[in-house]
């Protein structure tokens, strides 16, 4: 089992370039969340899916999207990057009470 | 929303001295979660704690949850280099986690 996969570990944006981020889990399990972590400031959560289909909104939401493509991927999506959302992004997914952490990316806009 | 205190930010203890964080709230927490993040890494799950008063080990790491349900600490007896990271705790509610800012502990040896 490879658990939770993030891709890619770095990148580099142009501010208003946009990308997806990518998060697959094979743990059968039925939520995934996209959290950011800034210095200083713990881990934020972005959107979760509770099950296929279905997202919600978390913390700080503002300029990304996501899509639950089913029930093993989670992307994330930024349309438009501003260097703001410089930051590690991290993917996990929820089994009865524990959150499953993928290994992150590293993203910068410049 | 609801908003989870970490204290202290920062600690710096030599190998063998003892080591606690804590979080605080000033409304009742649902449940709280620990987790640990080493440097480059991810979080990493240790531990869940649900009632009132509850008090959990696991080898030198002890895990309390307040009588009132509002604040819980982690302890670590005996520090090893090993124990070098971030410890998290986060307040657990509907399956989602709300995260602290969390203690950055550095051990010499």
């Known amino acids: 089992n490879a658990g939770v996969t993030q891709t890619p570990k770095f990148q580099v944006l142009k501010t208003g370039q946009s990308m997806t981020l990518q998060c697959a889990q094979d ?6 969340y996209w959290y950011r972590q800034d210095p200083g400031m713990g881990l934020r959560l972005i959107y ?3 099950s296929e289909g279905t997202t919600d909104k978390g913390e700080v939401p503002n300029g990304y999207n996501v899509s639950r493509l089913n029930k093993r991927e989670f992307s994330l999506r930024l349309e438009s990057a ?3 959302q410089t930051s590690v992004y991290f993917c996990a997914s929820y089994r009865a009470y ?6 992150g990316t590293r993203l910068t806009v410049t | 929303g609801q908003q989870v205190m970490q204290i202290p930010q920062y600690q710096h203890v030599q190998e063998g001295e003892d080591f606690t964080t804590y979080c605080n709230s000033s409304t009742t927490l649902s ?15 240790l531990i869940q704690l649900v009632k009132s008063g509850e008090v959990k080990k ?33 307040e657990e509610r509907y399956s989602t986690l709300t995260f602290g800012k969390g203690t950055m502990l550095l051990v010499s040896p």
């Open chain 1, 27 to 32: 743990m059968n399990h039925n939520s995934m």
């Open chain 1, 48 to 50: 979760y899916s509770a």
């Open chain 1, 82 to 84: 501003a260097p703001s």
């Open chain 1, 98 to 103: 524990e959150q499953y952490f993928g290994p």
């Open chain 2, 31 to 45: 449940n709280i979660q620990w987790y640990k993040q080493r440097p480059g890494g991810h979080p990493v799950f």
């Open chain 2, 58 to 90: 696991q080898k030198r790491l002890t895990f309390q949850f307040g009588e009132a349900k509002k604040n819980s600490s982690l302890h670590i007896t005996a520090t090893q280099t090993t124990d070098v990271g971030t410890y998290f705790c986060a």
